[in-house]
Every structure is written in C-alpha cells, then in structure tokens.
C-alpha cells in the first residue's frame, strides 16, 4: 500500500517524524528542568531552610527578613546563607497583560570565618 500510494507514504513519514521531534523537545525540556542537576558545586551541601504555621494548616510560610538577620547572626552550621524569593506579577505591554513568575536572589551572606564566600548566580 506504502508504494502503491506516495501521498499517503508521504503523509505517514511526516506524521511519524513530528511525532518523534515533539516527543524528543519535550524530553528535552523535562530533562533540562527537573532531571539535570543545578550547576551548583557541592549541590548535595544545599539547604532550603523554612517556616511552618500549624495553627494555620500551613506547611510552608517562607521565612521574613528578620528572621534570616537573626538566624545569621547566629550561624554556627553553615558556611554562608542567602536569600531569595518567588512571586507572581502583571507583565503589560500594549493593553495585553500576563501572569509571570519572578524571583529575587540575594546575596549570600558568608559565616565570620576566613574563608571568602564564593558567589553564583544562576
């Protein structure tokens, strides 16, 4: 049937290569975002420290600047500590808005030792 009909052939060799192409970007893409690791060195040293709020129900509350101040101050664990912190916005341009995600980083606040804090921004 294949050589008997060319536009069907034809049709069936470009459906089955977008096919594989998509599949092949979004794997690409799933394996870049959630698979690789952060390009970070010693990444198995990295620690998310946050708040909870159980009389509230709320397992994740981030943690306010004056909390991170005295935690600092009083660091005797790690090597440095930084700050960062995600939020939706309104991007509009031309009378068409969108959600977008954003993130601030700050800078990483090195232990009272005399080693230098290594910066990275990523």
Not at 57 to 63: A, F, M
Request: contains cysteine; aromatic residues 14%.
């Amino acid at each position: 049937m294949l050589t008997r009909n060319p536009g069907f052939t034809l049709t069936a060799v470009l459906c089955l290569g977008m096919g594989i192409g998509a599949c092949i970007t979004i794997f690409s893409l799933f394996n870049e975002l959630f698979l690789r690791p952060f390009p970070v060195p010693n990444q198995e040293r990295l620690v998310d420290l946050n708040e909870t709020a159980p009389k509230w129900d709320l397992e994740y509350t981030g943690v306010c600047y004056a909390d991170f101040h005295v935690w600092r101050e009083h660091n005797k664990t790690f090597e440095c500590m930084g700050t960062f912190a995600n939020w939706g916005a309104n991007l509009s341009v031309d009378d068409k808005a969108e959600r977008v995600e954003t993130c601030w980083a700050g800078v990483l606040h090195q232990r009272k030792t005399n080693r230098r804090a290594r910066r990275s921004y990523y």
